[in-house]
């Protein structure tokens, strides 16, 4: 069971850095992807990383301000995000994908999916 942690209130232009956690010690056998899902609107693809952390994916609208990592130590995966917009407000969720080396987009590519965690960007 994943769960993804780390949400909040910020201003524009502030920081905040998103967990998913897991007890699970098969951890490291999964890629990881984040999602985000504003009112309103489809769930999208955020970011994802592989098993090793060797390849990552980020969709071009975060690339620069968003970094995606791991710890497969911790079981946990991690999404540091910096300069926020107010469009990056959303429920943002983690999941994990048995194809371990893809760093895909594909919502169905992904099998294991944690609760969200509520961003909200003020202007």
């Known amino acids: 069971q994943l769960q993804a942690s780390g949400g909040g209130l910020v201003q524009a232009g502030g920081s905040l850095s998103l967990s998913c956690a897991t007890s699970?010690?098969?951890?490291?056998?999964?890629?990881i992807g984040w999602f985000r899902q504003a009112p309103g609107k489809e769930r999208e693809f955020v970011a994802a990383?592989?098993?090793?952390?060797?390849?990552?994916n980020l969709v071009e609208s975060v690339k620069g301000r968003f970094t995606i990592s791991r710890d497969n130590a911790k079981n946990t995966a991690y999404l540091q995000m910096t300069s926020l917009k107010p469009e990056d407000t959303a429920v943002y969720y983690c999941?994990?994908?048995?194809?371990?080396?893809?760093?895909?987009?594909?919502?169905?590519?992904?099998?294991?999916w944690g609760q969200g965690t509520l961003v909200t960007v003020s202007s």
């Open positions: 699970d010690h098969t951890f490291s056998r999964y890629a």
């Open positions: 990383i592989s098993w090793s952390g060797a390849a990552t």
């Open positions: 999941a994990a994908g048995k194809n371990a080396v893809a760093v895909t987009a594909e919502i169905r590519e992904y099998d294991f």
